[in-house]
């Protein structure tokens, strides 16, 4: 992950989001979970000054209610004392679904209002504490050889271009980031516009 961070802003990336624990997650053994929330919180409270001496901003997006006390303290004091970083933003996404995260924005538009994606969007940012104005995602890199996108930022990604990649997350380096920005780069955006050519 650190190798990810210091590289992202070189390569032009403003806000990188990180899928560290599903909701789903939640299924696997007991034990398993209680290391990886422990590691959560090893990582939020070592890292915190790094962070914010490097003008790195992280949030926390999905649910919190399910998460150990001093896991969502850690949270919140990373959060606040990284909100004026402006180099990066950087998203961790912990007990994170997206389709569960669509349908508690969903409950929460107010009835018998037209529905506008404006609306929804802040409705789905207050549903899986994700501060307002994040950009959809122009790239999705997925690691491990997967091609999948497992529940993840599917309201976000509707336009977002896929890379897949068979080195694993934790071997992933900046030089593997630097090739899935510079495929990504080579791509033809067109949004459902028709192809652009050269004049």
């Known amino acids: ?7 992202a802003p070189a390569l032009g990336i403003t806000t990188l989001t990180l899928y560290a624990f599903s909701s789903d997650n939640w ?19 070592s890292e915190c000054d790094q962070l914010t001496d490097r003008g790195v901003r992280m949030s926390v997006i999905g649910r919190r209610d399910r998460i150990s006390g001093p896991l969502r303290r850690s949270i919140a004091h ?4 990284t909100s004026e970083g402006t180099a990066l933003h ?14 508690a924005a ?25 501060p307002s104005g994040t950009r959809d995602v122009d790239l999705l890199i997925r690691t491990g050889g997967e091609q999948r996108l497992s529940d ?48």
Not at 163 to 175: E, N, R, S
Request: aromatic letters at 12%; charged letters at 30%.
């Open 152 to 199: 993840f930022l599917l309201w976000e990604s509707a336009y977002a271009e896929l890379y897949f990649t068979a080195v694993l997350w934790p071997d992933f380096t900046g030089a593997d980031l630097a090739s899935a920005v510079q495929a990504f780069a080579a791509r033809d955006r067109r949004y459902g516009g028709v192809q652009r050519t050269a004049p």
């Open 27 to 45: 299924r696997r053994p007991q034990r398993e979970v209680d290391n990886l929330m422990c590691l959560f919180q090893k990582y939020l409270d």
């Open 90 to 103: 950087i998203r961790i996404a912990i007990d994170y679904s997206a389709r569960d995260g669509l349908l």
């Open 1 to 7: 992950m650190r190798r990810t961070v210091e590289s």
């Open 106 to 130: 969903a409950g929460r538009l107010a009835r018998g209002m037209p529905p506008t994606r404006e609306a929804f969007e802040r409705s789905l940012y207050e549903a899986i504490h994700a």
């Open 78 to 81: 990373v959060e606040e004392r």
